[in-house]
């Protein structure tokens, strides 16, 4: 089936999204996506840790995950390891963003670009991501993942999203 657009969500819908999920974002960001991600989200204000200030940097993905499962922080990783649910159970997952762009150091505007569309979409609203991976492929096609789901977007710069209807 072909992309389909969304439509905006209504000002009632809006209102009772924000009733329902009112927590503001909580981050723990991966040594893979690096501390400068980290210092662009505290400047916005949101509680922001670093692996490094937990005592993580070069601990295994599994200590990374149970960490931020523990402290109830939003995981923000390069690494698509995260989006592997045999290693990484959504029961016990506090919520995942992967941000491809920027992995490789050279689109730092992509990475930029999808964390704005992450905090504008999360932002606050934490609980909403509980059991959740978001994986932003590029800085137009993101993917979110639950228990049995998996619903591919495209946002692009102008215009209202789109969803894939399989």
């Known amino acids: 089936m072909p992309w389909k657009q969304l439509d905006e969500p209504t000002d009632d819908e809006k209102r009772k999204l924000d009733l329902q999920y ?17 210092r662009f989200l505290k400047a ?10 937990l005592g993580l940097l070069g601990r295994s993905d599994e200590d990374v995950f149970a960490r931020a499962w523990k402290d ?7 690494d698509t390891d995260f989006l592997d649910n ?3 159970p959504p029961h016990r997952n506090p919520g995942i963003i992967v941000v491809r762009p920027g992995a490789s150091g050279h689109e730092d505007y992509e990475l930029l670009t999808c964390l704005v569309k992450a905090l504008n979409f999360i932002g606050k609203r934490a609980s909403w991501l509980r059991a959740k ?3 932003f492929a590029s800085d137009e096609l993101l993917t979110i993942m639950s228990t ?9 710069r102008h215009g209202m999203p789109m969803i894939w209807e399989d």
């Open 22 to 38: 009112r927590d503001k974002a909580r981050f723990l960001v991966d040594e893979s996506a690096g501390i400068e991600v980290a």
């Open 44 to 53: 916005r204000g949101y509680n922001v840790k670093f692996v490094e200030e």
């Open 72 to 78: 109830k922080r939003i995981l923000i990783t390069h």
């Open 86 to 88: 045999r290693r990484f």
């Open 133 to 135: 991976k978001v994986d």
């Open 148 to 156: 049995g789901t998996r619903e591919r977007y495209l946002w692009r």
